[in-house]
């Protein structure tokens, strides 16, 4: 049995898909959120941030210039070229970020390690034992 | 909305200053969605051109942040931190 696959069909499958991808951008926010709430220490919330980052805004854009390509017209094209654009803009600059921050963070971290060791407080003696 | 709410949160309650710019960043991210979003249903696809600078603001506050930390540690080591 042969399809007729026309312009229309192509559009709305463009619309569903995008909604689609909408909805799991959504959902990948939520849960990153309450991973940035709960998770005890910073590297673990930073891990969650770059997955919020990742799913929760790179898939949505992209659900959004599906969406507005079948819009269609100059118009639909510019938002969509524009979503695109911004989706490989944050998929390059989160991830570089978080690496920073997390460098910073374990910097701090060892130097506030070796202060106590040099005070010789309870942290500095355990590490010296052991 | 309801992640922007525990993001604001985390901002809120963040231990360190790394928390906060981390929760800082993602709800950049959030807005940068939203804007695009907006324009989208609004119709005003003005309001798009927003999202470049906002997603460029929240790299810059990480890298910002981390050098200037990393300066003030590897120059002058406190102990009283």
């Known amino acids: 049995m042969k399809y007729a696959v026309t312009y229309e069909v192509l559009v709305e499958v463009a619309r569903y898909f995008g909604l689609s991808l909408l909805v799991v951008g959504g959902v990948f926010e939520i849960i990153g959120a309450i991973g940035v709430l709960k998770l005890p220490s910073f590297y673990l919330r930073a891990h969650a941030v770059t997955m919020t980052v990742v799913g929760g805004s790179i898939t949505p854009l992209i659900g959004l210039a599906s969406i507005s390509i079948a819009e269609g017209g100059a118009e639909g094209a510019y938002l969509a070229t524009l979503c695109v654009i911004v989706a490989i803009l944050i998929l390059i600059t989160a991830p570089t970020g978080s690496h920073a921050l997390v460098k910073a963070s374990i910097l701090v971290n060892s130097a506030t390690r070796r202060c106590l060791e040099k005070k010789g407080s309870e942290d500095g003696d355990w590490r010296r034992k052991n | ?81």
Do not use: H, N
């Open chain 2, 1 to 81: 909305m309801t992640s922007a709410v525990l993001f604001v949160l985390r901002t809120i309650r963040g231990p360190t200053v790394f928390d906060r710019v981390i929760a800082v960043d993602s709800l950049s991210y959030d807005l940068v969605v939203f804007m695009a979003m907006i324009a989208l249903y609004t119709g005003r696809y003005v309001l798009a051109v927003c999202m470049v600078p906002i997603a460029l603001w929240a790299y810059a506050l990480d890298i910002y942040v981390s050098w200037y930390v990393e300066q003030k540690v590897k120059g002058e080591v406190r102990c009283d931190l």
